[in-house]
């Protein structure tokens, strides 16, 4: 079956632009999780939903949201983007929250 | 959710059993430990999961403590393509969410 797909792969932006990012979970996945990893900090929580409800959040500002259709696609969005966005925004899958969860290969995010 | 420790970076021959130590001396009963490993540009791949008893599936072991203080996991015949940055995790499934805590990881580096 068809894994996470996360569009676009990569993504160039300007400081103040905003950007939304989507991602398409296994088929009958019903919780999605959002992920940042930049060389300095890691892999770090951004946040997961579950049934269209955000159910985690990490410690990230407001400028980050998220939200879940009925279909359980998801899609992220960061405004007034800043050099430090600059990262790979990871999605994962589960079947329901906290069993094994499947990422996608991630989008790639520069801001200029 | 507990921390976890991990070597930074660790060797392995090919074809011998890769052993990847974690410590989660503060774990508390009703956390599991689970395994990701990312290879290069890639997005994180569960490897495997438990709670107290040691686990097994076709991809590696899951060696825990009986005081669940610190885990193995082992790769029993190492390839070239096992060469990747290994994430110990310990995550509480008893809420209604739940969220990756990725630490630094091991570096796993296979070599011929």
């Known amino acids: 079956k068809a894994g996470v797909t996360q569009t676009p792969r990569y993504l160039i932006k300007t400081r103040g632009q905003q950007v939304t990012l989507s991602c398409s979970p296994i088929s009958g996945h019903r919780s999605v999780s959002w992920y940042q990893q930049t060389p300095g900090q890691g892999l770090q929580f951004l946040f997961e939903?579950?049934?269209?409800?955000?159910?985690n959040k990490g410690n990230f500002p407001g400028r980050f949201s998220g939200r879940q259709f009925s279909n359980s696609r998801s899609e992220m969005n960061v405004s007034t983007l800043e050099l430090g966005d600059s990262a790979l925004y990871l999605c994962?899958?589960?079947?329901?929250?906290?069993?094994?969860?499947?990422f996608g290969q991630g989008t790639r995010l520069t801001v200029v | 959710d507990a921390k976890t420790t991990q070597p930074p970076s660790m060797d392995c021959a090919e074809g011998r059993a890769a052993n990847l130590p974690c410590n989660h001396s503060t774990i508390s009963g009703n956390e599991y430990v689970y395994w990701y490993r990312q290879i290069h540009s890639q997005g994180p791949q569960y490897i495997i999961h438990?709670?107290?008893n040691n686990e097994t599936n076709e991809m590696a072991s899951l060696i825990i403590t009986e005081d669940r203080k610190s885990s193995t996991l082992i790769l029993p015949h190492a390839t070239l393509r096992d060469t990747a940055v290994y994430y110990c995790i310990v995550m509480n499934l008893t809420g209604t969410a739940s969220k990756l805590t990725f630490g630094t990881g091991t570096r796993l580096q296979v070599t011929l």
């Open positions: 438990g709670l107290k």
């Open positions: 994962a899958s589960s079947l329901a929250i906290g069993v094994e969860a499947f």
């Open positions: 939903y579950f049934s269209e409800t955000q159910r």
